[in-house]
Nanobody, 113 residues
Framework: QVQLVESGGGLVQPGGSLRLSCKVS????????MGWYRQAPGKQRELVAI???????YYAGSVKGRFTISRDNAKNTVYLQLNSLKPEDTAVYYC???????WGRGTQVTVSS
């Protein structure tokens, strides 16, 4: 059974930074594509970033140049670095393993002055 546990969310001022972490267990993490999604209140869940095992990445247009996805295969962990945060980045951020269609419970990011 694949389990994903996110952490690192919080309250930050506009222009600030956060680093989200997603610890993965129960899967062949080093072989897996991993993704980050987010869901703002009243909106649908949307893709934020994807990272492949070959270090290829994809970013949604709204976060490109500000967010960075990375991974540490030795720690079975995928990260999402959030820089230059804007109020519209406020959402619950979820980690996803598409191979098993597994999701974490999410971590809240709030950008507000």
């Amino acid at each position: 059974q694949v389990q994903l546990v996110e952490s690192g969310g919080g309250l930050v001022q506009p222009g600030g930074s956060l680093r989200l972490s997603c610890k993965v267990s129960g899967s062949s993490f080093s072989l897996n594509v991993m993704g980050w999604y987010r869901q703002a209140p009243g909106k649908q869940r949307e893709l934020v970033a994807i990272g492949t095992t070959g270090f290829n990445t994809y970013y949604a247009g709204s976060v490109k140049g500000r967010f960075t996805i990375s991974r540490d295969n030795a720690k079975n962990t995928v990260y999402l670095q959030l820089n230059s945060l804007k109020p519209e980045d406020t959402a619950v951020y979820y980690c996803n393993d598409p191979q098993s269609n597994s999701w974490g419970r999410g971590t809240q990011v709030t950008v507000s002055s």
